[in-house]
């Protein structure tokens, strides 16, 4: 979708504004929620493999490490089955499913969980995906490095969308800092700050990183809860930002996070 | 904020009572005393001796006067009133003479004085000027055309003509029939003194029963600049219950109203978006403007369509005399203006020019880039006859920001544009009937454009017919009434492709259709009190075609109905208007006013930027109901003759009702079913102004304060508990002055501080799929960091005769001189950099914790412009 490829225009627009203002860090006084929720990330997928859900506390500071839930009962259902997640010990917080399965397409899956006697219930179905768009690949002329110039248009009418790229050159400088997960988004709506993103951080790589793309196919409703956490987080801190709110969550009893289910399609690049 | 809290309020008394220790201090407080002793009593509390003739003035004369700590010129009006005696004070004497009016009878004829009134050297129309007769309390201002009116009884009569900035002017009239009086009042020179360009108590008075705040272009021009000019908005921005936005925009709020509750007009012509470069300029070109005023209550019937203020700006006519040609140049930006007399005092062109000079600062950096804005405005006027008199007014302007494809084939970038073309026709139908009837169009639109022609376009736009009466009934009564029928049209944000493979939502365009009758009657109950009572009867119909939802308690559609044409929905309104105008004394008065408003046009936004972005305006329809208020206010005025000081001080209260805010993370743009995205609910504003001015000599210029709450309650968000509008900032302080260092050299500062603006800040974070996402509490939790700004600015006058033709002078103007930084966003979503300033998060797999930041506009801004005329 062309329309919405404008950033070389948009980086005249924050060059205007930069030669008048600046941002920089600040110690902001934050005031206190005292929320004590559990944020639960829950995103099943069609591939097949073990599944997995991860549940934490909510945190006062986003500096802080959240606090993981190691205690809790996990189970999804779907129909007449059940499929227990059990803790990992070994990642405090990470439960991951007894068997390995993969979520099959048109059915309802409910999510389960106990803790400290309260229960979390959400259900879902399955998110169709679409073939993924190539990756565009960008040099910087400095370095001769690489960079990743687009995942995939911010607006799609017929399809939405999430892309989790993760790129590796540990095999190249094993010395250094060497993985990147990067995430996308399409939506099939418009939004001003999705449009002019605020700057975000590049990722230089070398010749010859492995790129995995994943497209995760969303239902309307997880679409709808992506869109507002990119409002909120990736979109956040430009020029044309939207007044901000919580996240609707899908699980109950106050519960933060979402639980849901996509088909996935996979995509490994070596980069030229 | 405290320590200016307590400033301001130990200042006030202080500068209250310095005012009035420059005047004398008179008290006489006998029930019953002659003239005589009234006489003795003034002379020994101020040692002026009066002069009369003892035949003609009875000093034996009973009175009950009681009078405290009253001025001179309090207490002589005081008297003027009560004997019919005019005074006049010569040297260290007060010359008492009987009043000509005396000796008419008591059932006299009345005739009407009617005319125009003119500056002598341009032949430009004076608005809001004052003709009084001159001893009496009567006395009349000019219309938005210069025209004037008044009834007098037969016989003798002394009118005064004044206009601040303008030497007086009186002539004497013997009063046998209708008389038409044309008056052509000269400039007044800076060496004259300040009693004679300055305005009389009575006069400053009647100024103040139309409730309204004036900006003139002069004054305008003497604030400090930013980047060139000091700007409309700007300089609205510093006067009481005006709050700007922040630094660079082109918003502004009044009276805890939204940003879209106030009307900018210019000639009648509406103006969608007054801003350029996102909001750092404003489209009025200083040069055109004449004058501009601000309603913030008792909006008078005529004027309307918006909840919180009405700015209303009329343009220069033109030199109807000489040629004359002025500009301004600077580095950012140059503009010219030109007046040329066609037919010398009947009719005259004014066409003014403005264009920004942005390239050789981004040339270097984007060399494919077509960045900046341009204005063109242009007014005929003609005088056919004494009767009739025609007006054509073209304003344009347009931004454009533009990004050359590297071939030079393809461009990307966003443009808006706002174009109005007005005609208007005054008639006087007889001296008491005046008339005025405008024809005007006018759009906006806004684009966002991308290779390919690709196009994003958002407009609205209108066609008008309206005419205005203006009756002078009677000695007492004056009505206004008029009528409108004026046709919207908008589309809300549509795409266009030449793609066959993109498919978008359609948007459909809104037609609308608003038919308005008003009347309002001006009676003048005693030579004290006055009252405004008016209705203003608008009627806005949809017009088809049409497709709107039918929306279920979760706002979902559950069904649709299509219009294909004719209207179908209809909102009549009916808002009364009332004001009560009391003279206390001879300086001062109080006014009462209550009034209803409606708003059939909404700008539909869930932004907090400063900057104006893809915004669409909404009319009212089926599901959205015309946004509704009622103002009480209280306003108490009082005029320092001798210091030449004037306090105002006024209470508010707002309650207005479906007021739109927005679900969580709307879709406001390409959503056919947009209002399902709406919320809407009330707002409560209250408060309290202050404002002490000082318009003449050396030092002059203005100090307000105020106190205000806006307090919001919109269904279910916050929990359905009210919570305070972005625009809720309890105090503001402002102060301008000027001070004229010698003849050549003027200093202007500016200093303002207030209460940072509501917004929600997080009270929690979690991480969801290696985000961190954070937590809100209620709504609007939180508050940005106080503003604070000090501007400074020189003005040099460079030719050496102040009469000389050739009229020059520099100004140099720092903006926020003291680099304060106003925050106008914090975020918690970004890592900091080395080298630069915080980033958003890409990589999450680095263990970089999330920081919060702050972002700043304008931290210092200097500016160089030369003006100059011919």
Not at chain 1, 100 to 112: D, R, T
Not at chain 2, 267 to 289: E, K, M, Q, T, W
Not at chain 2, 373 to 395: A, M, Q, S, V
């Amino acid at each position: 979708m062309e329309i919405f490829r404008m950033n070389q225009y948009w980086s005249l627009v924050v060059l205007i504004f930069l030669s008048f203002g600046c941002e920089e860090k600040t110690d902001w006084d934050y005031q206190s929620g005292d929320h004590q929720q559990l944020a639960i990330t829950a995103i099943l997928s069609d591939e097949f493999k073990f599944q997995k859900i991860e549940i934490f506390q909510s945190m006062n500071l986003p500096s802080e490490d959240p606090i993981a839930i190691t205690n809790a009962t996990v189970a999804i259902k779907s129909m007449n089955n059940v499929i227990e997640f059990i803790h990992d010990n070994n990642q405090p917080g990470i439960y991951y499913s007894q068997i390995a399965f993969s979520v099959p397409s048109n059915i309802n899956i409910q999510l389960e969980i106990l803790h400290e006697g309260q229960t979390y219930v959400a259900s879902t179905s399955v998110g169709k995906v679409a073939p993924i768009p190539p990756l565009q690949i960008g040099t910087n002329q400095a370095t001769d490095e690489r960079f990743v110039a687009k995942i995939a248009d911010v607006y799609s009418p017929v399809e939405q969308a999430m892309y989790e790229v993760l790129i590796d050159w540990s095999e190249i400088r094993p010395d250094t800092f060497n993985q990147a997960l990067l995430y996308a988004f399409t939506f099939n709506t418009v939004d001003i700050s999705g449009i002019i993103q605020p700057n975000d951080e590049v990722i230089n790589f070398p010749v010859g990183t492995t790129i995995i793309e994943k497209k995760f196919g969303l239902t309307s409703d997880y679409a709808d809860f992506l869109r507002a956490l990119a409002i909120e987080t990736s979109w956040q801190g430009g020029f044309f930002d939207e007044s901000q709110s919580s996240l609707k969550s899908n699980i109950s009893n106050n519960a933060l996070g979402y639980f849901t289910a996509c088909q996935v399609l996979s995509d490994t690049i070596i980069v030229q | 904020m405290r320590s200016l809290f307590l400033f301001l309020f130990f200042l006030l008394p202080f500068l209250s009572i310095q005012a009035q220790q420059d005047d004398y201090q008179i008290t006489i407080q006998d029930r019953s005393i002659t003239l005589r002793e009234v006489l003795q009593k003034i002379t020994e509390q101020t040692g002026l001796d009066f002069s009369f003739n003892s035949d003609k003035v009875n000093v034996e004369e009973k009175l009950k006067i009681r009078i405290k700590n009253a001025s001179l010129d309090e207490t002589m009006s005081v008297l003027k009133n009560e004997l019919r005696i005019d005074y006049s004070i010569v040297e260290n004497q007060i010359i008492l003479n009987l009043q000509k009016t005396s000796f008419i009878d008591s059932n006299p004829k009345y005739y009407t004085l009617s005319g125009f009134l003119n500056d002598q050297e341009t032949g430009e129309s004076l608005i809001g000027a004052t003709i009084e007769l001159v001893g009496t309390s009567k006395g009349t201002i000019s219309n938005e055309f210069g025209y004037y009116a008044i009834q007098l009884p037969q016989g003798h009569h002394q009118i005064s003509f004044s206009y601040i900035g303008y030497q007086n002017s009186r002539n004497e009239i013997n009063l046998e029939k209708d008389l038409k009086l044309n008056a052509q009042l000269p400039t007044a020179s800076i060496s004259l003194p300040d009693v004679i360009v300055g305005l009389s108590s009575q006069t400053k008075l009647r100024e103040k029963q139309s409730s309204t705040l004036k900006l003139s272009p002069k004054s305008l021009e003497n604030m400090p600049e930013f980047a060139g000019e000091s700007g409309l908005i700007k300089g609205i921005q510093s006067l009481p219950g005006i709050k700007t936005h922040s630094d660079g925009s082109a918003f502004f709020f009044v009276r805890g109203g939204e940003k879209d509750q106030n009307l900018i007009i210019i000639d009648d012509s509406p103006v969608y978006n007054p801003s350029h470069l996102f909001g750092f300029y404003s489209i009025v070109v200083p040069d055109f403007a004449k004058s501009i005023n601000i309603y913030t209550s008792d909006i008078p019937t005529n004027l309307g369509d918006r909840l919180s203020s009405i700015i209303d700006i009329r343009t220069k006519d033109g030199n109807l005399n000489r040629w004359s040609f002025s500009g301004a140049l600077n580095p950012l930006i140059n503009r010219f203006a030109l007046e040329i007399p066609v037919v010398k005092e009947k009719a005259s062109i004014f066409v003014s020019t403005r264009r920004s000079n942005f390239d050789w600062l981004f040339k270097r950096n984007a060399p494919n880039a077509d960045i900046g804005f341009g204005d063109f405005n242009f007014k005929y006027n003609h005088k056919i006859n004494d009767k009739n008199r025609i007006y054509f007014t073209l304003i344009s302007s347009s931004d454009n920001f533009n990004n050359q494809g590297l071939r030079n084939t393809q461009s990307s970038g966003i443009s808006w544009g706002n174009f109005g073309a007005t005609l208007r026709w005054n008639h006087i139908f007889s001296p008491k009937l005046f008339s005025n009837s405008t024809f005007n169009t006018g759009n906006y639109v806004y684009r966002l454009f991308a290779p390919g022609a690709n196009r994003w376009e958002s407009s609205i736009g209108s066609i008008s017919l309206k005419t205005d009466f203006t009756h002078f009934l009677s000695p007492k009564y004056k009505a206004k009434f008029g009528g409108e029928i004026q046709t919207i049209y908008i589309n809300p944000g549509t795409i266009s492709t030449p793609s066959t493979r993109d498919l978008f939502p359609r948007i459909r365009n809104n037609y609308s259709r608003k038919s308005l009758l008003y009347y309002q009657v001006e009676y003048a109950l005693s030579g004290k009190t006055v009252i405004n009572a008016g209705l203003r009867i608008p009627s806005w119909k949809s017009i088809g075609p049409a497709l709107y939802g039918i929306y279920d308690d979760n706002y979902d559609v559950v069904d649709t109905v299509r219009i294909n044409s004719g209207s179908y929905n209809n909102y009549t309104k009916i808002d009364p208007r009332l004001s009560i105008i009391q003279q206390l004394n001879t300086s001062s008065n109080l006014k009462l006013s209550v009034g209803s408003y409606h708003q059939f046009l909404q700008l539909i936004s869930n932004s907090t930027s400063p900057f104006t972005a893809l915004e669409v305006w909404l009319p009212a329809s089926p599901n959205i109901a015309p946004q509704q208020s009622w103002q009480f206010a209280c306003n108490y005025y009082k005029h320092f003759p001798k210091s030449n000081l004037d306090f105002t001080v006024e209470a508010y209260y707002k309650h207005s009702k479906n007021i739109i805010d927005y679900k969580s993370h709307p879709e406001t743009l390409l959503n056919p079913f947009l209002e399902g995205e709406l919320r809407f609910g009330t707002m409560n504003a209250y408060g309290l102004e202050f404002m002490l001015k000082k318009e003449l000599g050396k030092f002059n210029g203005w100090m307000s304060y105020n106190f205000s709450r806006a307090i919001r309650t919109t269904g279910t968000i916050n929990n359905g508990n009210p919570y305070p509008a972005f625009q809720d900032r309890p105090h503001d302080f402002s102060i301008l002055g000027n001070y004229q260092l010698s003849k050549k050299i003027t200093v202007s500062g500016y200093f303002t501080a207030f209460t940072g603006s509501a917004f929600s800040s997080p009270t929690g974070f979690y991480e969801y799929n290696n985000k961190v996402i954070p937590i809100f509490g209620s709504k609007h939790n939180d508050r940005l960091p106080n503003y604070r700004r000090f501007d400074l600015a020189f003005k040099f006058r460079l030719n050496k005769n102040i009469n000389a033709r050739y009229q020059h002078h520099l100004n140099l103007s720092f903006y926020n001189l003291f680099a304060h930084k106003n925050i106008v966003a914090v975020n918690f979503n970004k890592v900091e950099q080395e080298d630069g300033p915080p980033l958003v998060k890409s990589n999450f797999l680095s263990e970089q914790s999330i920081i919060a930041s702050q972002t700043s506009l304008v931290n210092w801004m200097p500016s160089l412009t030369y003006k100059f005329k011919l």
